[in-house]
């Protein structure tokens, strides 16, 4: 069995070869030793050496950039406005609500 993990000069890794139920059979010791962490995580000058390589995970913007071109999403936020500018404020209020709760399940 094989799986891609980055070395020390490779900061990308490869898509796995290994399907969903193949890689969860996988021991936890041998996923650790791996991907070159330990039960307690990674070392200090690792985390460190990794995160000038990789960056932070920062992928919540993308995600809310993807969500927010949704036309559904466009739709519910247009139409709160639009309740909201013909007195409405109760279905504004319910429709943001939903628009938020579609936002924030994004994120799930």
Not at 15 to 38: E, F, H, I, M, N
Not at 39 to 54: H, K
Request: charge should be positive; hydrophobic fraction near 50%.
């Amino acid at each position: 069995m094989t799986v891609a993990v980055p070395s020390r000069r490779q900061s990308v890794v490869s898509p796995s070869p290994l399907t969903a139920t193949a890689a969860a059979a996988v021991p936890v010791p041998d996923v650790l030793d791996q991907l070159g962490s330990g039960p307690g995580g990674l070392a200090q000058d690792e985390a460190e050496r990794r995160l000038r390589s990789g960056g932070p995970n920062s992928r919540a913007w993308p995600v809310l950039a993807r969500q927010l071109r949704s036309p559904l999403l466009v739709l519910l936020a247009v139409t709160a406005l639009a309740s909201a500018f013909v007195g409405q404020a109760s279905d504004a209020v319910i429709i943001g609500t939903i628009l938020l709760a579609s936002v924030g399940l994004g994120f799930a």
